[in-house]
C-alpha cells in the first residue's frame, strides 16, 4: 500500500488518504515542523555536491579549524530559525535548476543538530515532486561511535557524505582544530560500515598539512573506508581572513601564503598511492 499523498509543505499539512483529507501531525507533516538553528542558504551551489545544489549553512561549530573560512557560523546562539517546511519551499520554487542535483547541508557543523538535518533529509526523499538527492558536509566532530544511534536518523536519509580528514597527525589534529581527530575517523568508520558513498576532503595548508608524509596517512586512513567514492584535496586559500578581521578576531594564519593548486595536484597522486598501497595490503 502506497503512504498517505502528502499535497504540500504548506503550514496546512494537508494529506490525502483513501479519498479522506485528514490535516496531519505526524509522518512528513511532523517533519515539516521541525526547525533548525541556520547561518545562511545559498540557491545555486555548486561546490558542495553533484549538479546544481540548494546549499544550508548550519550554525554552529566545536571546532575552530585555523584556516576556516567561515568563522561567521561558529557561534551555537547565532543565525536563525528555518523550518523544514519553509527550506523544502525554497527548494521547489526552482525544483529544475536542481534536476542533477539536490540539497546539501554544511555548516557550521550539519551533525551538531542531526534531528533538524534527519527531518530535511526524510522530507526531501518524501518530497511529493520527487525524491530530492541529500548531501552531508561535514567534518564528524560530533559524532561519536558510542552514541551512533543519535546520527541513525540522519545517516539513514543521507545519500552523499562529504567527509573532512583535517589531518593524518592526531597531535597535530587537536592544535589545527581544537577537538582530537577520533570524531572524525569513527564517522568514517560508521559511514564504511553503512557503506554510504563518501568523498574525502582534505585542506592543504602550507607548512602545516603539505608534507607527502601527511597526506600519505590521509591515503592510508581512507584505504580502509571501502565507501570512499573520491578524494578532493583542497589547496589552503587566504580569502577567509578578511571575516576575522570584521569579526575582531585575530587570523592565526597570519603570513601563510595560497597553497599552489599544481602541489596539491600532486600531494592527491602520493594520497592515492598510499591508499591503493593500502588497499593491496587489506586484502592479502
Ligand atoms: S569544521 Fe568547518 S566550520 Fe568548523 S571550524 Fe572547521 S572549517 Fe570551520
Given at each position: 500500500m502506497p503512504g498517505p499523498l502528502c499535497l504540500s509543505w504548506c503550514e496546512h499539512q494537508v494529506r490525502v488518504e483513501g479519498g479522506t483529507v485528514t490535516v496531519g501531525t505526524e509522518g512528513c507533516a511532523r517533519d515539516a515542523n521541525v526547525v533548525g538553528r541556520v547561518h545562511s542558504l545559498e540557491t545555486f551551489g555548486t561546490v558542495d555536491g553533484p549538479g546544481t545544489r540548494f546549499v544550508v549553512f548550519c550554525q554552529g561549530c566545536?571546532?575552530?579549524?585555523?584556516?576556516?573560512?567561515?568563522?561567521?557560523?561558529?557561534?551555537?546562539?547565532?543565525g536563525e530559525e528555518r523550518s523544514v517546511a519553509e527550506l523544502l519551499e525554497m527548494f521547489?520554487?526552482?525544483?529544475?535548476f536542481y534536476r542533477r542535483g539536490g540539497i546539501t547541508v554544511t555548516g557550521g557543523e550539519p551533525m551538531a543538530q542531526p534531528g533538524f538535518v534527519a527531518a530535511l533529509f526524510r522530507a526531501a526523499h518524501a518530497a511529493p515532486a520527487g525524491r530530492i538527492h541529500t548531501c552531508l558536509d561535514t567534518?564528524?566532530?560530533?559524532?561519536?561511535?558510542?552514541?551512533?544511534?543519535?546520527?541513525?536518523?540522519l545517516l539513514d536519509e543521507t545519500d552523499l557524505v562529504l567527509l573532512d580528514i583535517k589531518t593524518s597527525d592526531p597531535a597535530l589534529h587537536e592544535s589545527l582544530c581544537g577537538l582530537p581527530a577520533r570524531h572524525a575517523l569513527e564517522l568514517g568508520d560508521e559511514l564504511a560500515r553503512r557503506r554510504i558513498p563518501t568523498l574525502i576532503r582534505h585542506v592543504v595548508v602550507p607548512g602545516l598539512t603539505d608534507s607527502e608524509e601527511e597526506v600519505a596517512g590521509v591515503g592510508r586512513i581512507i584505504g580502509d573506508w571501502d565507501?570512499?567514492?573520491?578524494?578532493?584535496?583542497?589547496?589552503?586559500?587566504?580569502?577567509?581572513?578578511?571575516?576575522?578581521?570584521?569579526?575582531?578576531?585575530?587570523?592565526?594564519?597570519?603570513?601563510?601564503?595560497?597553497?599552489?593548486?599544481?602541489?596539491?595536484?600532486?600531494?592527491r597522486e602520493v594520497a592515492l598511492r598510499a591508499r591503493a598501497a593500502r588497499r593491496a595490503e587489506r586484502s592479502r
Open positions: 566545536p571546532m575552530r579549524c585555523q584556516y576556516c573560512h567561515n568563522p561567521d557560523t561558529w557561534e551555537f546562539d547565532k521547489e520554487r526552482n525544483r529544475p567534518s564528524g566532530a560530533t559524532f561519536s561511535a558510542n552514541h551512533a544511534a543519535r546520527f541513525s536518523e565507501n570512499v567514492v573520491g578524494l578532493d584535496l583542497l589547496p589552503y586559500h587566504t580569502m577567509g581572513a578578511v571575516k576575522y578581521e570584521r569579526l575582531g578576531i585575530s587570523y592565526p594564519l597570519e603570513g601563510v601564503s595560497a597553497m599552489e593548486p599544481a602541489r596539491a595536484k600532486e600531494l
